[in-house]
């Protein structure tokens, strides 16, 4: 492996970090935060001083098939450890600044944030900001302050931030990546390809470069639409760009303690639900929807008919077994809201009743977490492609018993699966299980001294960090405060290993990745 190689993309990716990291330092300046824009400030030298200083180091070469696994794994490292210094210049610890910022790139949105202040938004406490490098900072220089404080309680530069990087790792930082940077030719498709590993998304055009922009104007346009809408509906800017992020990300991260519970509004929720479900949804038919004019395509997605299926059932199983009070109408937008929020991978809730539903309810949607969204979508889990092809596998070999001599294949709508794709499918599926189940298991025995971490807890922490989903059920109905140090590190882990889809984590096992 060509590590200098390696660490000239590295580096240019630290310098775009650093450069987008004055967007909310901007925020903080307009709602006069002097310790928010110390915070982001430093953070900006920091980045890009460490990526001027890598691309030196670097050499900018054609990238391998090896280099652009080596790129993407530690892309995802270096931008949670960026994107944690502003947590931890404000105040937080090391691993719950990494927490949370692993959580915000990764679309988890488990947080271990607790408190909020009178309007409802997240805060952070006066003893973890009063004693903070950045508040220090502006007190040590406060006749040089360009600002005055206004509130320094809500840091809203610190939430925006938030909502920012899932933003960005929604659609992928790899893809951001491509898209800005001129150089990468091969090397693009390198990275797109190893980043889509499992069921490998198809670049629309010659050029992979040219499909990252095309998704990311998709992307960008429905965020767009997203935040007019609930700007429409009455939502402060703020609050409808912040959700507006999350929600296409599939992310959950609101700045609102109270999710979109905190709007109580029908109407909310319904305009949510929908972007959600977009983002859920493969970006490969939205372009053929938005871009192509192929108004049709829905109906002949076999995917996309399986997801709203799956989607539909697991509604009613709901609304008849879930234990919901209220009439049919409010155990309808509880349940469709709910189900959306978890199969999308986002996390969002509309109640604080969710943990108190039925056990019924509770498995149903843990399963949820388990299948998660479309293959090419924002979403995580094993993908609705994913769990589709094996089914018709199984159906096959049902068929293979009746007829031994038969000639079958597995077909998705019109296309036949190769076999080394319904392997690649199998190995994904089964590894995916093991670690879901086996982190179960660890994160019982990092918890094993508190009483109130039952079964149900063991098992949601792991689907929803393993699935970059956010709330579970019990001590991680809310959110992670209450979890161990050690527990927070393996969810920090499970986060990283979910978004990169196992594989490209795992091949670092492998000795031959090294060799050169």
Known sequence: MKFKLVLHNLGSLAIILGVLMLIPAFVSVVYREPSGLVAFSLTYLVAVTLGLAMRRLGVGEEMGHREAFATVAFA?????????LPYLLLGLSPIDALFESM???TTAGAT???DSAAGGYWVLSEAQLGSSPARLFVDEFSGLAVISPASEETIFGLLFWRSFTQFLGGMGIILLFIAILPHLGVAGRELYSVEGLGLTKEA???RVKNTAKIFWRIYLGLVGLEALALVA?????????????????????SPRADSIAAYDSPLVDAVVCVFLLIGGTSFLLHYRILLKREISAPLRDTEFKFYIFILILSIFILMIWGGIDGDLSTRFRYSAFQAASIMTTTGYVNNFSYDSWSLAAKLALIILMLIGGSTGSTGGGIKVGRILIILKHFHKELLRVLHPHAVTSVNVGEIVVPEHILRSVQV??????????????VF?????????????????????????????????A?????????????????????RLEIITVLVFLVPDLWKR
Not at 428 to 441: A, E, P
Not at 445 to 459: K, Q, V, Y
């Open 428 to 441: 994904y599926t089964l590894l995916y299980l093991m670690i879901f189940i086996g982190g179960s298991l």
């Open 478 to 498: 809310v959110d992670f405060s209450q979890i161990s140090l050690g527990g927070r590190v393996f969810g920090t882990f499970l986060m990283y290993l979910g």
């Open 444 to 476: 019982a025995i990092t918890e094993a001294g508190n009483p109130s971490f039952d079964a149900i807890s063991a098992i949601s922490a792991s689907a929803c960090t393993l699935g970059v989903i956010g709330p579970g059920y019990g001590v991680v």
């Open 103 to 105: 959580s915000g790139f």
């Open 233 to 253: 509906l009455g939502l402060p800017l703020y609050d409808a760009v912040c959700t507006a992020f999350t929600s296409l990300a599939t992310g959950g991260f």
């Open 112 to 114: 271990i944030l607790t």
């Open 204 to 206: 629309l055009t010659p």
């Open 76 to 84: 995802w490292i270096l931008a949670a450890s960026l994107g944690a």
